[in-house]
């Protein structure tokens, strides 16, 4: 199992369209994987659950990845956040 | 403009049906549910393969957290749940969930949470206009809405291609801005749609007849008969426009005084060269191959790619297709883990040509696969991206020793394939006449030179007023590559989305472009501008083109032009 701590960067944080995006990547991914914010867990790879988690700009969640891939998926993860889900601004 | 009888949509008012169900029937409940979550999948997707160009990009996005959002188990296995558990109708279990997880997200301390609200009300409310549709009242409720106008607060983007089919002939929204999502698709629709319209409910009532003109952003009710009369002429006039349109399919493509222009077209999918070649294209002028590398775990092979580019050869019959090479870049996104993530500029990072030459292998594979296409018509092969000499002889090498390793190796390789680059960077247009005497021919990105000419991001909603290509920087880099093109014999194709503007064909023309790539959809409407224009008086209008110092003074000019 990996955890990695990562902060929010994008302007919307985790809304809908950052989220799927998140779900997309991880779906290639056999691990599973999760995130966590103050003190909730959520299944990473369901996009309501990423969007309730309601992790806006600035706030610092942790990445978790368990299973065969969790390393490429971490990094892939956390690139993901690092891009600012690709949204240009 | 449309004129229909209006149709309010008050905001969450489905048909719910409280009453528990018998035994008896839950588990018919339970498919009626599955097969109206499937239906809604299915409407998503379907749109999802309408939209091209931005819109596939923009609204795409949305459509795709729509979709994985009626996928996902949080969602689905509670309504199963209450249908199952709780004998409630599928009606009732979708109310309740939609309640459920608006909850939530009240709860939650987030300033945009409504926006995600949003989100669960659109895709609830997809799934709830589906299992209407299977009941008889609600049938006759849509048979109801032919010939209306619907008015209501917003409409999902999704919403609209799915209104269009059954018979709402324009939309009339309380909220939203004409930037929204749903007015650029409902443009590029041309369903008339007018937003903003804060009173509208107030002021409107069912069966009202209501004219609704988009290009005036004006709703009038209960029109006059002048009014009437304005309508008619409109339809008259766009009956003539879309038969004069459907003319011109055959019809040869040249300008007023007869000079011949080449229309070629940009395509992706098969559907674009099945409608490239409907509507009379000389070619393809932008075939762009990323699509075979995103969203895939494993890189396509030499045989996968080969057959893709054999078959768009073949499907043109004889007529040019011109390949570019993988365009991707970090702004891409793109999960075969071969871009650099983590690159703080991406815009100005490892892409297009760069991306190619750092992995060789990679290029290599691309570049044997259309040389192998090649056997089949009529290939050109174009590099994006490229900046400097260098690349461009490197990538020639590359290209004929991979013909010769084909050959080797028991290939037919045809000697018969052009070569050439996407002029989409300042540096590649200011350096062009050393550029050029390596190429065969070239091809000017404008959306990428109009961003990197004027370092604006056209992504970025925030600098959309300063994204022009109508700037005189820009002119004058395009006026000038035209030139230099034309100078040193070859051949330039113009294959941003101005080619397929008809505002921008006079201006086009009067830089010299003689050669346009656009979607297909644009063919008929660009031919029909080219034969409004005379080259002589454009000449004549344009002189001060490249001397004028600020937009209205560009834009002066080119209302000059276009009469």
New interface residues.
Partial sequence: MLERDITISNK??L???A???L???LQ?FKCNAFLVYRGREI?AK????V??L?A?IGSTITLRTDGDDEE?AMN?MA??F??KF?E?? | MALGRARLVQPSQPNVDMRPLPHAEVEGEVARLNVALTAARDELHQLRGKLHGALAREVGEFIDAHSLMLEDPELTTGLYDLVRKGHYRASAALQMQRDRLAAAFDALDDPYLRSRREDIDHVIGRVQAVLARDTTPAERQIASRVGSVLVGDSVAPAELAHLTEIGVLGVITTGGSALSHSAILARSMRLPMVVGAHEALKHLSDDDLVLVDGSHGEVIVHPTAQDLARYRQYQREQARGAEALLRLKHAPTQTADGMEIRLYANAEMAADIVQARALGAVGVGLYRTEFLFLQRRELPDEEEQFTAYRDVVLGMGGLPVTIRTLDLGADKADSTGLTLSREPNPALGVRGIRLSMAHRGLFTTQLRAILRAANFGRVRIMVPMVTTCEEVVETRALIDACARELRSSGHEITDHFEFGAMIEVPAAAIALPALIRHLDFIAIGTNDLTQYTLAVDRGNDALASLYDPLHPAVLKLLAQTIATAHRSRKQVTLCGEMAGEPRYTALLLALGLTSFSMHPTSLLEVRQELAKCDRGSLRRQGSGLLRAQTRKGIQRILERMQG
């Fill in positions: 919307l944080g809304h809908a369209r989220s799927a995006k779900v997309q990547l290639g299944n369901s996009i309501m659950g969007m309730m309601a806006g490429r892939e690139a993901l690092e891009r690709d240009g601004a």
